[in-house]
């Protein structure tokens, strides 16, 4: 007897099989009722999850947390599959990715989650329950600190001619597309956040010049002052964050957390290895 895991984003799902104190990783394409019926999320299901896990596996619980999941309608959906797929199983819990988030920053302990990934979102946690959440408003309007929010900035400085040459022929090394190409994809193709986020990693990998370490400071400092600030808990608990830009730049957020005076908490790639210790509880 065991119990399952996933956290799911819009491309991809992790699962997470725990079995007497063994954890097995399986993988899955991602599941968000915006882009899948439930219908589909069951086929997905039949087809991809089910002949990974074991053949004889009882599976007691399922935790389910995916983007897309802050309204009743799309956790019905997703909830609706998870039911129809294992019909034995007594416990599904499906909840938003920021509740993945605080329960694996924050534990039992209150404290702020903070999620920079692809796009961004924070919340207070007091150790059960979500209390306060300032609100996102998605990457043409907010998205502040995100992959794609930092991604726009590399673009702009690439486009307006704003980086030097050796930047300027770095980028174009590394990425050989064109000013109609890119415009293309951000106004003409669907999921442009996703391709504005790749162009974050152009950041990664040009540390330590002053422009990059710039535009990272300045698109940090932004997620700090729009939303940290909001919370009055952010002075009397620690400061969490997840994702993968938050990870990469995790030296960063340790300086500004120090020049703002926050305590920082932990900072983890992503929620698996919080939820794994959260659900062992």
């Known amino acids: 007897m065991g119990y399952l895991i996933c956290d799911s984003g819009g491309s991809k799902s992790e699962w997470s099989w725990v079995e007497a104190a063994t954890v097995t990783t399986l993988h899955t394409q991602g ?20 002949p990974q896990l074991p053949a004889l596996a009882t599976i007691e619980s399922i935790f389910f947390y995916g983007a897309g999941l802050s309204n009743s309608e799309n956790i019905a959906i997703v909830q609706g599959a998870l039911q129809q797929v294992f019909t034995a ?6 909840q938003h990715d920021l509740l993945a988030a605080a329960r694996a ?12 990934g692809t796009g961004s979102n924070s919340c207070y946690f007091d150790g059960t ?11 043409v309007l907010g998205d502040e600190g995100s992959g794609a929010y930092l991604g726009k900035k590399v673009l702009q400085y690439y486009l307006y001619q704003t980086f030097d040459e050796e930047l300027l022929a770095r980028f174009d090394k590394t990425f050989h597309t064109t000013r109609d190409e890119i415009l293309n994809n951000v106004y003409k193709v ?5 391709y504005l986020a790749a162009f974050a ?10 422009m990059i370490e710039n535009i990272i400071e300045d698109g940090l ?7 940290l600030h909001k919370y009055s808990q952010t002075w009397t608990t620690q400061v969490h964050f997840v994702g993968s830009v938050a990870f990469g730049f995790k030296d960063v957020l340790a300086d500004l957390c120090s020049a703002y005076q926050m305590s920082l908490g932990n900072v983890f790639k992503t929620p698996t290895q919080g939820l794994l210790a959260y659900h062992a509880q």
Do not use: M, W
């Open 31 to 50: 599941i968000s009722p915006y882009f899948l019926s439930q219908a589909q999320i069951i086929a997905l299901l039949q087809t991809e999850l089910l």
């Open 89 to 94: 199983t007594k416990q599904i819990e499906v």
């Open 105 to 116: 920053l924050c534990g039992r302990e209150p404290g702020i989650a903070c999620i920079l």
């Open 129 to 139: 329950t979500i209390q306060k959440n300032s609100p996102g408003l998605g990457y």
């Open 190 to 194: 669907p999921q442009a956040n996703k």
């Open 201 to 210: 990693l152009f950041l990664s990998e040009n540390r330590g010049h002053y």
């Open 221 to 227: 400092n932004d997620f700090f002052f729009t939303h």
